[in-house]
Structures are given as structure tokens and as C-alpha cells.
């Protein structure tokens, strides 16, 4: 069966300092990847997706970046965290060709 | 206008009572998605359908194409079913458009 993991499940990082959350997906091939961030009292926004290894797509301009080094590897990424990138990120994957996506656990960040 | 919108906001409902939370689309979909994200933030997804009804255990999610618009429902509610749901609309290029969510809080 495939299973979805992120880490660290919750992170508090001072404002400038970098970010590394990982995503990795089992069981499946050649899953789309998807990033999305929920902030306090908004809905969930995508941040990115990507249909492939080294294939990113960028839905909101903003300090954070994306990559995938392996198939089934789904990094986030940021140089210098602002107070604004506090939310909860979550990762999600579905196979190509479906709709469904399936959501990992969640990392919540707070940027003090 | 936010290309999602879901109502009501916030529900509060007793032990089985049976419960309705709508959403509106303003965009082309290719599916529409509900979404369950229980008090600690993971999120299960519940339905996606494109077309009539679809009915899973005590939920059955409904949509209307013409009119853009779909419907959750949860016939004799219960406290476990107190939850944030979330209506999203699929793109074609796979991506998901969501709603900014009902709380629905099931009183025993």
C-alpha cells in the first residue's frame, strides 16, 4: 500500500534562518507531488507541483522553492524564513492520470 | 471573490441531526473534492465525483455541474464527525483550487 511521510511534524525557526521540509512517498511510481501551506484562519493554498524528477511548477511567487531529487522525493525549501511563511505545510501525491490526492501528516511551522 | 466558497462557516449541530455544507464554484473543474482535516491538521479526502451522487457510509456528497454547485451530507451526525470540511475543485492541470473550510462541531 502507499503511504505518505514529512517531516519533522512540527518546526519553530527564527525569522531568516533557512528551511528544509522533506516529503517522501512508498508504494506508489511517478506520483504527481504537491506542496500546500494552510495559514492561521486561510484555507489551504498550492505553493507547487511537480509531474517529475527535476519538473517543478510554481503556483505563488514567494521566498520558498521547491525540488525533487528523486521520483518519489518532494523537498520545500527556503533561504531566509519570514514571519509570513508560519502555517502548516502539507505534502500530497496522486497518480498520474487520477484525481484523488492523498495528503501526508503535516509539518506545522511557526517563524518566531 | 475567492473562486471557492463554501457555506456556512462554522456549524454546530446536535447528535444526530443530519447535516448539509455547500460549495460554490466560479471555475472550469475537472473534479470536485471533499475533504475531512481533523483538530490535529491531517486531512482525509472523502469524495471526489464529477457528475450525480456518491454516497460512503453515513456521507453522500452531491453535485451539480450546470448550476456549479455540490453538496456534503451527513445523516445522524455525530460527535466524531466534528471536523474542519474542506470543498476543492480539481484543475486540469491536476492542482486543487480549495474552499476556506467548514468547522463542524457535533454536540453529544
Known amino acids: 500500500s502507499q503511504t505518505i511521510h514529512q517531516w519533522p511534524a512540527t518546526l519553530v525557526q527564527p525569522v531568516g534562518s533557512p528551511l528544509s521540509l522533506e516529503c517522501t512517498v512508498e508504494?506508489?511510481?511517478?506520483?504527481?507531488l504537491y506542496w500546500y501551506r494552510q495559514a492561521a484562519g486561510r484555507g489551504l493554498q498550492l505553493l507547487f507541483y511537480s509531474v517529475g524528477i527535476g519538473q517543478i511548477s510554481s503556483e505563488v511567487p514567494q521566498n520558498l522553492s521547491a525540488s525533487r531529487p528523486q521520483d518519489r522525493q518532494f523537498i520545500l525549501s527556503s533561504k531566509k524564513l519570514l514571519l509570513s511563511d508560519s502555517g502548516f505545510y502539507l505534502c500530497?501525491?496522486?497518480?498520474?492520470?487520477?484525481?484523488?490526492?492523498?495528503f501526508g501528516p503535516g509539518t506545522r511551522l511557526t517563524v518566531l | 471573490k475567492n473562486e471557492v466558497e463554501q457555506s456556512p462557516q462554522n456549524l454546530t449541530a446536535q447528535e444526530g441531526e443530519f447535516i448539509t455544507i455547500n460549495c460554490s464554484y466560479s471555475v472550469g473543474i475537472s473534479a470536485l473534492h471533499w475533504l475531512q482535516q481533523h483538530p490535529g491538521g491531517g486531512i482525509v479526502s472523502l469524495f471526489m465525483?464529477?457528475?450525480g451522487k456518491k454516497k460512503h457510509g453515513r456521507l453522500i456528497a452531491t453535485i451539480n455541474i450546470q448550476e456549479k454547485h455540490s453538496s456534503l451530507h451527513i445523516t445522524a451526525s455525530h460527535p466524531r464527525d466534528s471536523a474542519v470540511y474542506i470543498c476543492?475543485?480539481?484543475?486540469?492541470?491536476?492542482?486543487?483550487?480549495f474552499g476556506k473550510g467548514t468547522k463542524l462541531s457535533v454536540k453529544p
Open positions: 476543492a475543485v480539481g484543475r486540469s492541470q491536476g492542482n486543487l483550487i
Open positions: 508504494g506508489t511510481s511517478n506520483p504527481n
Open positions: 500530497a501525491w496522486s497518480a498520474l492520470g487520477t484525481g484523488t490526492q492523498y
Open positions: 465525483l464529477s457528475s
